[in-house]
Every structure is written in C-alpha cells, then in structure tokens.
Nanobody, 127 residues
Framework: QVQLEESGGGLVQAGGSLRLSCVAS????????MGWFRQAPEKEREFVAA????????YYTDSVKGRFTISRDNAKNTVSLQMNSLKPEDTAVYYC????????????????????WGQGTQVTVSS
C-alpha cells in the first residue's frame, strides 16, 4: 500500500510563492512517475505538472509554465512543487498522485492513469 501526504499549502497574496511537498511511503517510490493535480470549487480535477521516475522529464499545463517547477528526491521519497508568481486562479486544493506505470519516461497528464492520491492541501491566492 502506498500513502501520499501533501504539505505546504496556505494563503498567499498574488505574486507570492509557495512550495508544496509530498512524502510517499513504500519502497517503490523511485520507480514511478509522480504528478500534481488541482481542483477548484465546482471544477474538474486538472493536471498541473508531472515528473518521470528518474526526474529526467517534466511536464506542465500551459497555465503554469514558467511559474511552477516540479522536482523529486528519490532518496527522501519526496516530490515537490515550487509555485512562484501565484495568481488568484491558482486557488485550489492541490493533490499529488502516483502514475500507475512503473519506469515510464512519459508520465500521464490524465488523472485516470494515477492510482494513488494524497488527501490534498489547500492553496489560496488573494488578489
């Protein structure tokens, strides 16, 4: 069983920064791609960023390119999301998740490909 726990959310003014972290239990963290998704009230959960199992490839949704950076530390079973230049439209609950495919170099942008999810952390950006 894999457990994911996010932290680092909070309230920040527009233009500010936050760093989200996700710690995973289990010995197989390093062989799976990881992703971040977000869900705003009354909206579908959407892809934000993903990173391959070895950190060689990263992917971002267009709205966060140049502002967010995903990274991972396999020695610490941790994946992080550095969020800069935050905007009110970034307000959402942010979830980390594990891609279900081991050792893929192309993490999915579809939430249906992810099999384990954290509980989420709230990010609120005020204008």
């Amino acid at each position: 069983q894999v457990q994911l726990e996010e932290s680092g959310g909070g309230l920040v003014q527009a233009g500010g920064s936050l760093r989200l972290s996700c710690v995973a239990s289990g010995r197989t963290f390093s062989t799976y791609a990881m992703g971040w998704f977000r869900q705003a009230p009354e909206k579908e959960r959407e892809f934000v960023a993903a990173i391959s199992w070895n950190g060689a490839s990263t992917y971002y949704t267009d709205s966060v390119k140049g502002r967010f950076t995903i990274s991972r530390d396999n020695a610490k079973n941790t994946v992080s999301l550095q969020m800069n230049s935050l905007k009110p439209e970034d307000t959402a609950v942010y979830y980390c998740a594990r891609d279900s495919r081991s050792r893929t170099g192309y993490p999915s942008t579809s939430r249906y490909q992810y099999d384990y999810w954290g509980q989420g952390t709230q990010v609120t950006v005020s204008s």
